[in-house]
């Protein structure tokens, strides 16, 4: 049995976090409506990050899956300075996806 190559799959993780990382940027720069979908891209490149090995990628989605369950328990909506806080941790998301 061959062993298992994470590595092979580095340009498929890729696409994938920066296409979910675009959609984040798209919801946070128009009228944030859905935090569920929200919380659902930041767990989704959580757990890809993770499974790469890329911790921090995967601790910096935690941060903000953590800012965002305390809204989806109460259903309420962002408000500005939120928004501007998951966009900061969006920009490390980033940087951190290009040292990748």
Do not use: P, W
Not at 27 to 48: M, N, P, Q, W, Y
Not at 72 to 92: P, R, W, Y
């Amino acid at each position: 049995m061959d062993s298992f190559d994470v590595g092979s799959y580095k340009s498929i993780y890729l696409k994938s976090a920066k296409e979910l990382v675009g959609r984040i940027d798209l919801l946070l720069k128009g009228a944030v409506d859905d935090v569920s979908e929200l919380h659902r891209l930041f767990h989704t490149i959580k757990g890809e990050s993770f499974f790469m090995g890329y911790s921090d990628l995967g601790n910096l989605c935690l941060k903000a899956e953590k800012e965002l369950e305390h809204k989806l328990i109460t259903s309420s909506n962002l408000d500005q300075t939120e928004i501007e806080k998951l966009g900061a941790l969006v920009d490390e998301v980033k940087a951190e996806l290009d040292k990748v």
